[in-house]
């Protein structure tokens, strides 16, 4: 399993390598700087998702089982257990 993995990890590299010499020639005239912010907003906006995520998961409320307003019938809630209603 260790071994697989490394071998896999050493072909992702390989490719990885052989893929950014082309790409290098074709940047070469760019500014890593851009690069570097962007990369930078981008870690930034993972951040910010992450916390207001988070955020919001712990301010969520649930009023599922709450009974603020409970109106019941007041002919019940007066009849005596054991007596007959009034016709």
Do not use: C, Q
């Not at 390598?17 to 993972?46: D, K, Q, V």
């Amino acid at each position: 399993m260790k071994t697989s993995l490394i071998l896999l990890l050493a072909l992702l590299l390989n490719t990885s390598l052989i893929l950014a010499t082309p790409l290098a020639a074709l940047l070469e005239h760019t500014n890593p700087w851009i690069f570097i912010a962007l990369e930078s907003l981008l870690l930034i906006g993972y951040i910010l998702n992450k916390w207001v995520g988070a955020l919001r998961k712990d301010f969520m409320i649930d009023l599922g089982y709450l009974d603020v307003y409970t109106v019941e019938d007041r002919k019940k809630t007066l009849k005596k257990p054991g007596s007959k209603p009034r016709p």
